[in-house]
């Protein structure tokens, strides 16, 4: 089984690595923890040397995020990879499952209400579009999971 864990800095993406990390597979599965850097200029016009220092610091982040999730992955003894992309987040997490044949993708979602009707924004676009299943976290349910009256 090949797994996509997309993860950012939400507290929602914090406990899809948990709950992975933690999760009795029946094999050992292939993780592959995904980032995209968020690159968001400082200024509308700023130089191309700005552009492209805010896109290093950026991608610097989102390595360091992933490397953090595959060293938890990887404590729990599962096999674990990294990669880190640039661009539209729902695009780069449906093409990498799509070239990494992957079979699952994990990812943590916030939910905002709106109107009476639940948008989950990048996950939904996500569940609609990729080549295989897609589990979605919310916040607070790694915690959930470990209370003894769930």
């Given at each position: 089984m090949r797994i996509l864990l997309a993860i950012d800095d939400s507290?929602?993406?914090?406990?899809?690595v948990e709950i992975v990390a933690e999760r009795s597979w029946p094999m050992s599965p292939a993780i592959r923890v995904l980032s995209i850097a968020k690159f968001v200029p400082?200024?509308?016009?700023?130089?191309?040397?700005?552009?492209?220092?805010?896109?290093?610091e950026a991608?610097?982040?989102?390595?360091?995020?992933?490397?953090?999730?595959?060293?938890?992955?990887?404590?729990?003894?599962?096999?674990?990879?990294?990669?880190?992309?640039?661009?539209?987040a729902a695009d780069q997490i449906v093409n990498e499952a799509q070239e990494w044949s992957a079979d699952l993708i994990v990812m943590g979602a916030n939910s905002y209400k709106s109107e009476g009707a639940q948008i989950h924004?990048?996950?939904?676009?996500?569940?609609?579009?990729?080549?295989?299943?897609?589990?979605v976290i919310y916040e607070g349910e790694a915690a959930d999971r470990r209370d003894p009256h769930w």
């Open positions: 507290p929602s993406s914090a406990d899809a400082a200024e509308l016009h700023a130089s191309p040397e700005t552009r492209e220092l805010s896109q290093q991608t610097r982040m989102a390595e360091r995020l992933t490397s953090r999730a595959t060293d938890v992955l990887r404590a729990n003894n599962l096999m674990a990879d990294m990669a880190v992309r640039c661009g539209d924004s990048v996950a939904q676009l996500i569940a609609s579009s990729a080549p295989c299943e897609v589990e």
